[in-house]
């Protein structure tokens, strides 16, 4: 079976984070329910935004808590569709974090379907919708 593998928060950093502050996880990827997707990521986003939701204040965005996936873009292709929205092949923008495949329900308000018509797949986590 293959395996989901997830970067996650381990600890709050101080300052600057540091290798330390994040954990990579290995976790079972579950079979697709009616409507869902499983996305193949190839390119992950680092933007400065989410530095601040490492720490644990008030901001404008919920903070991470330990041990929650890292926030942030990614792009990949679907591998696999129980959904009439989503064939074997799209490619996908998605917000929902570090991980090399994501699960997702293909109504999620986080996904949509891109075209590199209009910019390769990594230009979809910058400016390119």
């Keep these: 079976m293959t395996q989901n593998t997830r970067v996650v928060l ?19 990827i579950p079979e ?5 997707i ?7 986003s680092l933007d400065p935004y989410m530095r601040g939701r490492m720490n644990d204040v008030k901001s404008y ?15 990949g292709v679907v591998i696999k569709s129980t959904s009439e929205n989503y064939a074997v092949g799209d ?4 917000h929902m974090g ?3 495949h994501i699960v997702s329900a293909d109504d999620d308000p986080r996904l949509m379907k891109v075209s590199v018509a209009n910019g390769t ?3 979809h986590l910058g400016v390119v919708v």
């Design 38 to 44: 499983l996305i193949q990521v190839c390119w992950l």
């Design 61 to 75: 965005a919920a903070p991470l808590g330990i041990g929650d996936v890292i926030t942030g873009e990614s792009s």
């Design 98 to 100: 570090w991980q090399s």
């Design 10 to 28: 381990a600890k709050r950093p101080l300052g600057e984070p540091t290798d330390d502050c994040f954990k990579m996880e290995q976790v079972d």
């Design 91 to 94: 490619q996908v923008a998605a």
């Design 121 to 123: 797949l990594s230009e």
């Design 32 to 36: 697709l329910k009616d409507n869902e």
